[in-house]
Nanobody, 114 residues
Framework: QVQLVESGGGLVQPGGSLRLSCVAS????????MGWYRQAPGKQRELVAT???????NYADSAKGRFTISRDNAKNTVYLQMNSLKPDDTAVYYC????????WGQGTQVTVSS
């Protein structure tokens, strides 16, 4: 059974920072592309960042320069460090794993507000 479990979401002020974590099980973690997506109310799900097994990263323009995706293969964990957060970053953030299939976590809420 493949499971992706996100954590680290919460309420943060504009300009603040937050680190999301996603622990994966049921996959050969070190061999798969991992990513973070987000979905705001009334909006489509969108890519935030991805990281390959070799550590190559890709970011949405909105995240570039503010967010950093990383992975710890020994812990089967992918992280999203979010700095300089804006209210527009408010969304449910989902962990994603690409193997032969696409797997999704349940999501963690990030709210950026004064």
């Amino acid at each position: 059974q493949v499971q992706l479990v996100e954590s680290g979401g919460g309420l943060v002020q504009p300009g603040g920072s937050l680190r999301l974590s996603c622990v994966a099980s049921g996959i050969i973690f070190r061999m798969v592309v991992m990513g973070w997506y987000r979905q705001a109310p009334g909006k489509q799900r969108e890519l935030v960042a991805t990281i390959t097994s070799a550590g190559i990263t890709n970011y949405a323009d909105s995240a570039k320069g503010r967010f950093t995706i990383s992975r710890d293969n020994a812990k089967n964990t992918v992280y999203l460090q979010m700095n300089s957060l804006k209210p527009d970053d408010t969304a449910v953030y989902y962990c994603h794993a690409r193997t032969m299939y696409n797997y999704w976590g349940q999501g963690t809420q990030v709210t950026v507000s004064s």
